[in-house]
């Protein structure tokens, strides 16, 4: 059982470190949480046993990582919104420009009468 939650408790927090260093780093609090549960679980059975494993502590550390990394990307990044006048002004000249490609473009009659549908 021990080396299930040890296992456990390894695997969630490598994955919090991976989450909290990509842009979605508020996903990195639910292995963070996991990986504190199950390495608590995995010390409190080793402490049972008497023998403690540098791989729980290791857990830990990786786990105050990602929960430090995500709680500093929380604070200080600002989301801010683009100005969607010029968002809607590019997507009207793309849109003009197509409708001009388009028109210059010669298809003959005949041409589409072959075409099988």
């Known amino acids: 059982m021990k080396?299930?939650?040890t296992i456990l408790a390894v695997i969630t927090s490598v994955l919090a470190?991976?989450?909290?260093?990509?842009?979605?780093?508020?996903?990195?609090i639910i292995p963070s949480v996991c990986a504190l549960v199950f390495g608590l679980l995995a010390f409190y059975l080793s402490k049972k046993?008497?023998?403690?494993k540098k791989i729980?502590?290791?857990?830990f550390f990786l786990t105050i990582i990602a929960l430090v990394l995500t709680t500093y990307k929380v604070v200080?990044?600002?989301t801010e919104?683009?100005?969607?006048?010029?968002l809607e002004a590019t997507e009207t000249?793309?849109?003009?420009?197509a409708?001009?490609?388009?028109?210059?473009?010669?298809?003959?009659?005949?041409?589409?009468?072959?075409?099988?549908?």
Do not use: M, R, W, Y
């Not at 046993?49 to 403690?52: K, L, M, P, S």
């Not at 729980?56 to 857990?59: A, G, W």
């Not at 919104?81 to 010029?86: F, G, L, R, S």
């Open 93 to 97: 000249k793309s849109e003009e420009d």
């Open 49 to 52: 046993t008497g023998e403690i």
């Open 76 to 78: 200080f990044t600002k």
């Open 81 to 86: 919104v683009a100005n969607t006048e010029e």
């Open 17 to 28: 470190v991976i989450l909290a260093v990509l842009p979605v780093s508020k996903l990195a």
């Open 99 to 117: 409708i001009e490609e388009l028109e210059e473009l010669e298809i003959d009659e005949a041409e589409l009468e072959d075409i099988e549908l």
């Open 3 to 5: 080396k299930l939650f």
């Open 56 to 59: 729980i502590q290791f857990t």
